[in-house]
């Protein structure tokens, strides 16, 4: 009989990309803040984007472990030091067979894998979707493996519906909408919003991926999904109950950031000190300001950001907006700027060249709203900050977290995009972003939309505290991970 007393161990293993590594790293510490032992499994070149956290966590006391794999870049055929989706996107061309590259080196990364398992022996896995073969590793120490899932049950539903429902056929064009069988809230979509090979009906690399990974899924002991019941109750219900999933929504996992350094410095090093940043905002009216950041995938063309500027400069609204290019130097040329536009704006916007701190943004008051592409982490920091949105969907689930902002919660306001294109997206004009984002600081519905924004994110305060929502969901969480240890 093994003692109820035990110090239960669990692995953290995120895919290599800050979209996934962000949220993990924050539940890592959500469990070790309930007294669970941690380790969150990564490689060599991702290990630097984590220890600072891991650092100030060990300064409160708590300890996150971290293991080192390495990381198979050459045997996969991908450039040496390609450790991160990140380094892949910014390229411009060749993204996506790099993408599949890098998807195939994470393969290689199951036997290293196992070996930590056998050594370590830890009572759970939480690996990221991307790794369906985590659950036969899992399963060879009849260790159980959770499935983190970093988006949100609107679009995990939708997915399933497409796939069980194939709603999509039953359209003659690829513009013409459909609704989506059974999802509740009569949501409409276009096979343009969709990617090609979950439509397709012959097997493609993506489309075998997604098999694998419903598959390992259905094979694993549940789902984690970084999200909250009150935001997407209809959802959550639907996708437990009518698709029969084990699931645990626990998040924001963003929230377990408490202090300005925790919630600035979240991934890579931001490119702008926390004090610039706040003496900036600081010098700004409430809810004056709107953000702009596309993520750390979408890579738009030189011409795209400068429909972005000269939407911006139309606008008159205030701005800081992230835009992932480094300047060399001072003189460097910027295709992507209009003529003296950094002299113009001088007093009304702030570039940040790289990577900032989002979540320290988002929560200024002068912060009025977020144009976003709509990853989930984007949109549900949004949430939680409680700010409205200008939604401009690119891939991946951008086009389902739309129409949960835009449609189902009402605190978004579409910039227009029709089409899915990976990492450089779909091109907009500078006359529909303009329109969106003065409809979104300044039009009629900007108040109202503010109000049910800032409900949402008290509402996502109130899930993470004792006795809430997630709160609960994890506490149930763990004590299922502790029954099954004491399993014969
Ligand atoms: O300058 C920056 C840029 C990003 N972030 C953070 O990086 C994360 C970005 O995540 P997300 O908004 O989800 O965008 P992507 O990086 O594009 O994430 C990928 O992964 C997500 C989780 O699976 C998916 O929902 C997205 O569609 C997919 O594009 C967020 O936590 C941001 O706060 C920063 O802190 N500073």
């Known amino acids: 009989m093994v003692s109820s007393c035990h110090q239960l161990h669990i692995f953290f293993f995120p895919y290599m990309a800050h979209g996934h590594m962000i949220p993990i790293v924050d539940l890592a510490k959500l469990f070790a803040l309930r007294g669970l032992k941690t380790t969150i499994i990564t490689t060599c070149l991702n290990a630097p984007l984590i220890s600072k956290t891991i650092q100030r966590t060990k300064d409160l006391g708590i300890d996150i472990d971290i ?3 390495k990381f198979p870049s050459v045997e996969a055929g991908l450039p040496e030091g390609c450790e991160n ?44 979707l991307q790794f369906p ?10 260790i ?60 493609t690399d993506y489309s075998k991926l997604m098999k694998e990974i419903a598959e390992s899924e259905l094979r694993s002991f549940g789902i984690i999904v970084n999200s909250f019941y009150e935001v997407e109750p209809a959802y959550v219900d639907y996708y437990k109950k009518a698709l029969g999933k084990r699931a645990w929504p626990i998040g924001p996992v963003s929230l377990c950031n408490g202090g300005i350094d925790d919630k600035a410095q979240r991934g890579k090093e931001a490119s702008i000190s926390e004090n610039e940043c706040l003496k900036w905002l600081d010098s700004k009216k409430r809810n004056s300001v709107i953000y702009i950041c ?44 209009p003529k003296g536009f950094e002299e113009r704006i001088e007093r009304k916007g702030l570039i940040i060249r790289g990577w900032a701190p989002q979540v320290l ?19 549900l920091e949004a949430i939680t900050a409680g700010k409205p949105m200008v939604t401009w969907p690119v891939f991946a689930d951008h086009f389902y977290n739309e129409k949960l902002v835009s449609e189902v919660l009402q605190i978004g306001v579409s910039v227009g995009v029709k089409e899915w294109v ?42 993470v505290e004792e006795g809430g929502s997630s709160y609960s969901n994890l506490s149930a969480l763990v004590e299922e991970v502790r029954s099954h240890r004491h399993r014969p």
Request: aromatic fraction near 8%; hydrophobic fraction near 40%; glycine fraction near 6%.
């Open 67 to 69: 293991q080192i794999l």
């Open 85 to 128: 989706l990140d380094s892949i996107t910014s390229y411009d061309d060749g993204s996506l067979e790099l993408i599949f590259k890098f998807l195939k080196a994470t393969t290689l990364l199951q036997e290293p894998l196992e070996k930590l398992l056998q050594d370590c022996q830890p009572d759970c896995l939480v690996a990221d």
């Open 133 to 142: 073969w985590a659950t036969d590793a899992a399963d060879k120490f009849g």
């Open 144 to 203: 159980p493996r959770l499935v983190f899932k970093g988006t949100c049950f609107f679009s995990l539903c939708t997915l399933e519906c497409i796939r069980l429902y194939e709603p999509h056929k039953k359209v003659t064009s690829d513009s013409e909408p459909f609704v989506l069988t059974n999802l509740p809230g009569d949501i409409k979509m276009t096979r343009k919003q969709l990617p090609d090979d979950l439509i397709q009906d012959f097997e």
């Open 294 to 337: 596309f993520g750390s995938m979408v890579n738009f063309s030189a011409s795209q950001l400068m429909e972005i500027a000269k939407a911006l400069e139309a606008s008159g609204q205030e701005f800081i907006w992230v835009v992932r290019r480094e300047k060399k130097n001072k003189k460097d040329e910027e295709d992507w700027l």
């Open 361 to 379: 943004i988002l929560n200024h008051e002068a912060i009025g709203g977020f144009l976003t592409h709509c990853g989930w982490n984007s949109v």
């Open 422 to 463: 990976a990492v450089h997206g779909d091109y907009v004009t500078t006359e529909a972003i303009e329109k969106a984002i003065t409809e979104l600081m300044v039009g009629k519905e900007a108040k109202e939309m503010r109000s049910r924004a800032k409900k949402l994110g008290e509402m996502a305060t109130q899930a």
